[in-house]
T-cell receptor, first 116, second 112 residues
């Protein structure tokens, strides 16, 4: 499977500011995904980031709040804009592998965000 | 109804016990199924893909029941190191693309 890194690993931010999270993969991948995992909850898909096109957002998530870039096949960023304490969460990127019978995803180590 | 549902547990079992988790899904068109393991403050790691015929990897066995729309994970001879949260995930097609939907996870505690 691919090696996935994220920066920063954690951050504490003031409300009203923005944070950009980077996701780097050691091989070229077509599909990259951004998830949020709030405390004690499971993973919720924010958006799918495909190279060369606009990200596709899930219901409840909008581009103005979570702009995403995907400049090439190994890199993506997620920005959490105009943060509020409700945005405190772990943000994870994932990539789609091609093992087995289809569409497994492998996750980066996550970015733990606390908004004060 | 949630698309993917799991009993949150915790399942508290002694070392050496056999434990089984179920996960139900609502979309009958779901194609791919997975079990992930998540340790505290870590990212989910793929444990097993779940194939139609069922599959086994050492002490772990995964089964798919399409008629009743559930997948299961059986852990035999539990180890202390098996303590974690187990997430099931189901791949569905939505808006012409695949999306992985996760259950809320089942917490397993293996005691000495």
């Amino acid at each position: 499977s691919a090696v996935i890194s994220q920066k920063p690993s954690r951050d504490i931010c003031q409300r009203g500011t923005s944070l950009t999270i980077q996701c780097q993969v050691d091989s070229q991948v077509t599909m990259m995904f951004w998830y949020r995992q709030q405390p004690g909850q499971s993973l919720t898909l924010i958006a799918t980031a495909n190279q060369g096109s606009e990200a596709t957002y899930e219901s409840g998530f909008v581009i103005d709040k979570f702009p995403i870039s995907r400049p090439n096949l190994t890199f993506s960023t997620l920005t959490v804009s105009n943060m509020s304490p409700e945005d405190s969460s772990i943000y994870l990127c994932s990539v789609e592998g091609f093992q087995g019978q289809g569409n497994e995803q492998f996750f980066g180590p996550g970015t733990r965000l606390t908004v004060l | 109804r949630k698309e993917v549902e799991q009993d949150p547990g915790p399942f508290n079992v002694p070392e050496g016990a056999t434990v089984a988790f179920n996960c139900t899904y609502s979309n009958s068109a779901s194609q791919s199924f997975f079990w992930y393991r998540q340790d505290c403050r870590k990212e989910p790691k793929l444990l097993m893909s779940v194939y139609s015929s069922g599959n086994e990897d050492g002490r772990f066995t995964a089964q798919l029941n399409r008629a009743s729309q559930y997948i299961s994970l059986l852990i035999r001879d539990s180890k202390l190191s098996d303590s974690a949260t187990y997430l099931c995930a189901v791949n569905i097609i939505r808006d012409s693309s695949y999306k992985l939907i996760f259950g809320s996870g089942t917490r397993l505690l293996v005691r000495p």
